[in-house]
């Protein structure tokens, strides 16, 4: 990554990530539901945390799903959680690989938030499985 690209690359990398982890459908919908009040948080979102913090070569991205979720966790944030476990099976996470990152979360930040994001996990995870 080089720190000379444009706000408009950045963010056209960061659409791409995005898609590639959450999967196509899901960006262009979350897209397609933007309001004009929404719109700023929205670029920010893809141009900054997809475009040029998931596009850096420090951590592959099944690393970065897997710090998602426990952070996710952290904050009790079900909806992201869920959206997220999607893309760290994308990425190449295992349900065991999530399960382990939900209990390091549940000794650190507190029993109630890893049991919320068990259940969020488990019930997406489930989903996905029906889906194929």
């Known amino acids: 990554m080089t720190t000379s690209r444009t706000h408009k690359e950045t963010y ?3 659409i791409s990530m995005r898609k590639a982890v ?4 899901h960006v262009e919908r979350s ?12 670029e920010l979102v893809t141009e900054y945390c997809w475009g040029a913090v ?19 966790t952290a904050l009790n944030r ?3 959680l869920a959206v997220h476990v999607r893309g760290a099976v994308t990425n190449g996470c295992t349900d065991q690989e999530i399960q382990e990152v939900l209990i390091q ?11 919320e994001s068990f ?13 194929v």
Do not use: C
Request: net charge negative; hydrophobic share 45%.
């Open 31 to 42: 897209l397609s539901n933007v309001t004009e009040f929404s719109r700023p948080i929205q």
């Open 22 to 25: 959450l999967g196509a459908a």
């Open 54 to 72: 998931w596009t850096r070569d420090g951590l592959e991205p099944k690393t970065r799903s897997l710090l998602n979720l426990a952070m996710l």
């Open 105 to 115: 979360a549940a000794v650190y930040v507190g029993v109630p938030a890893a049991l």
């Open 119 to 131: 259940r969020v996990a488990e019930a997406t995870l489930n989903e996905l499985r029906s889906d």
């Open 78 to 80: 079900s909806h992201e």
């Open 12 to 14: 056209e990398d960061g």
